[in-house]
């Protein structure tokens, strides 16, 4: 059981930057890829960014493709989203999550086998 906890969320004016970080509790983290979703109140979590398990791959959702950049550290157990060009819309809850294997990098929420709890992400106007 791989246990991940999220942190740097926080508020930020719109056009900032945050940079999340994501730590995994086992070491097992390095052989499989990882994502970022998000979810804003009343809407459905939503794919954001994802990255294989060397880091020789990645994927963005649209909206914030050029943006943010997904990228990891395998000898930290550490996957990060870092955050440019803030806007509001980019307000939700941010989660990361490791898939079951080392090369999906996509949208589809069952690929993923654990999950953090979450940090909020909230741009002001």
Same mark, same amino acid.
Do not use: H
């Given at each position: +059981?791989? !246990?991940?906890? #999220?942190? %740097? %969320?926080?508020?930020? !004016?719109?056009?900032? $930057?945050?940079?999340?970080?994501?730590?995994?509790? #086992?070491?097992?983290?390095?052989?499989?890829?990882?994502?970022?979703?998000?979810?804003?109140?009343?809407?459905?979590?939503?794919?954001?960014?994802?990255?294989?398990?060397?880091?020789?791959?990645? =994927?963005?959702?649209?909206?914030?493709?050029?943006?943010?950049?997904?990228?990891?550290?395998?000898?930290? =157990?550490?996957?990060?989203?870092?955050?440019?060009?803030?806007?509001?819309?980019?307000?939700?809850?941010?989660?990361?999550?490791?898939? $079951?294997?080392?090369?999906?990098? %996509?949208?589809?929420?069952?690929?993923?086998?654990?999950? %953090? +709890?979450?940090? !909020?992400?909230?741009?002001?106007?």
């Amino acid at each position: +059981q791989v !246990q991940l906890v #999220e942190s %740097g %969320g926080g508020l930020v !004016q719109a056009g900032g $930057s945050l940079r999340l970080s994501c730590a995994a509790s #086992e070491r097992t983290f390095s052989n499989y890829a990882a994502g970022w979703f998000r979810r804003a109140p009343g809407k459905e979590r939503e794919f954001v960014a994802g990255i294989t398990w060397n880091g020789g791959d990645t =994927n963005y959702a649209d909206a914030v493709k050029g943006r943010f950049t997904i990228s990891r550290d395998n000898g930290k =157990n550490t996957v990060y989203l870092r955050m440019n060009s803030l806007k509001p819309e980019d307000t939700a809850v941010y989660s990361c999550a490791v898939a $079951s294997g080392r090369y999906y990098v %996509g949208p589809r929420l069952n690929e993923y086998k654990y999950w %953090g +709890q979450g940090t !909020q992400v909230t741009v002001s106007s």
